[in-house]
């Protein structure tokens, strides 16, 4: 009995993140084209006829962009908390009703052998969530499209065997760097993206001695890069006594390149 996960698509272009045990193989967010998507799970050697159900974070296109495609091609069920459901409506295209689910704000589900716990983040959306992943003891929680990350949401997501979290900017890029000054504004508040420091910061609260893998997800593609992104994370975490490279482990996310499936060990 395993857990294993790939983060298909992470950054402003695409989102989509898989996570599978024996009984249930879950897609989170569909922010790439149905074309796309399918060939993401063929690259990590996933067959995507064998996909289970789609949970939904939030409306913003590169989260939902394939996901009516993606649901009707495979006859899928989708969960979404209420709000997101109508805010997602009219972009879709037609869904029967039994494809229509709902997935409550600091709820927990149980999909066969994956318990699955949602919680609500500070973003620019209607009701934007995330989830937190339990299988035979083994936890794994996704974190991104937040401004920042609050006591709760580090007690839901804390302990946790690996993490997918928001690396989104380097600040300095951000203030020098060509968006408008309304953009910039929505980007460093509290419901805009985490920075790399912050997602450090947050990072040395919640990761603990079973922590073994984080991902960067996310990126900025102006206003950040991988190297950078993993450099100001890793000076933070080893100033705070971390052990990365050998203890913990810091992976990259891509916009058009999947992670290799992992097996959560």
Known sequence: MTLRFSVLASGSTGNAFYIETDQEKILV?????????????????MDPKELTKILVTHEHSDHIKGLGI???????PIYANEKTW???????????????????????????????ESFGVSHDAA???FYTFRHN??????VTDLGYVSERIKKTVEDADAYIFESNHDVE???????PWNTKRRILGDSGHVSNEDC?????????????RIYLAHLS???NMKDLARMSVSNVLKERGFEVGSRVELHDTDPKQPTPLYVVG
């Open 221 to 223: 593609q102006d206003n």
């Open 200 to 212: 450090a910061l947050a990072l040395t609260d919640i990761i603990t001695d079973r922590t073994k």
């Open 29 to 45: 967010d569909a922010g790439l084209s149905g074309k796309r998507i399918d060939q993401a799970m063929h690259e990590v050697g």
């Open 127 to 129: 009701d934007p969530m």
């Open 86 to 116: 109508h805010a997602m409506d009219g972009s879709l295209g037609k869904l029967t009703l039994d494809q229509k689910f709902h997935f409550g704000m600091q709820e927990v589900k149980s999909f066969g052998d994956l318990e699955v």
């Open 173 to 179: 890029m951000l203030r020098m760097g060509r968006y």
């Open 70 to 76: 993606v649901a009707r091609k495979y006859n899928l």
């Open 137 to 142: 003891g083994k936890k794994v929680s996704l």
